[in-house]
């Protein structure tokens, strides 16, 4: 159980293309995702927390016009990146929690390459 | 095999042999920590977690310890295997029901047949 799907898992595209990326909640309710990115060799960062039906919440440093969360259903999250540089090349992982409780943990897609050109 | 530290980010062990990964976390508040598994190109897989009012947990063939003391967990691979090679995180809560987890830095784990 607790399965989360991230699509697509590999994209490469040029400068000033946006690009989106899904993540979805295949066998449960997800009132809260988390989108993060990985640079190699580098642990997560949290980017955002999307709730469902309610506005993102970004962290500090992120900028909410360049990355469009939109939260319109309990299984679906999708990010985004728009007007792309290069230096928006990353690893876009997504998360969901099962539950509202803190105490329970976050499951994982499998990431959304992006490289741009 | 035992990472020492925070800044040792590879631990490598012969199969079969026990493994332990630390972690140190940042906020003597947190309320629940999450050890996470990451393969090369994916995300990370769930392992096991562990809430404050425990200092040890058991899974299978993975034990989590918790010492609120020094704020030190860590986790530990019995006979590990090379499948268990991989990078680990340490994830704590920090900021109560929000969910939002703050990631450590991740210890590579290389497992020699």
């Known amino acids: 159980g607790a399965v989360v799907s991230q699509h697509p898992s590999w994209v490469i595209c040029k400068s000033g293309t946006s690009v989106k990326i899904e993540c979805r909640s295949l066998d449960f309710q997800a009132t809260t995702m988390f989108w993060y990115r990985q640079f190699p060799k580098q642990s997560l960062m949290l980017m955002a927390t999307s709730n469902e039906g309610s506005k993102a919440t970004y962290e500090q440093g992120v900028e909410k016009d360049k990355f469009l969360i939109n939260h319109a259903s309990l299984t679906l999250s999708t990010l985004t990146v728009t007007s792309a540089h290069p230096e928006d090349s990353s690893f876009y992982i997504c998360?969901?929690?099962?539950?509202?409780?803190?105490?329970?943990?976050?499951?994982f897609g499998d990431g959304t390459r992006l490289s741009i050109l | 095999g035992e990472s020492v530290g925070l800044h040792l980010p590879t631990l490598s062990v012969q199969e079969g042999d026990n493994s332990i990964i630390n972690c140190a976390y940042s906020?003597?508040?947190?309320?629940?920590f999450i050890w996470y598994k990451q393969e090369s190109g994916k995300g990370p897989q769930f392992i096991i977690d562990i809430r404050s009012n425990m200092d040890k947990r058991q899974g299978q063939r993975v034990t989590v310890l918790l010492n609120k003391t020094v704020k030190h967990l860590s986790l530990q691979i019995a006979a590990t295997q090379p499948g268990d090679s991989a990078v680990y995180f340490c994830a704590e809560n920090q900021y109560g029901n929000t969910g939002k987890l703050i990631f450590g830095q991740g210890t590579t784990l290389q497992v020699k047949p």
């Open positions: 906020n003597s508040a947190s309320d629940y």
């Open positions: 998360s969901a929690r099962v539950g509202r409780v803190s105490n329970q943990p976050q499951h």
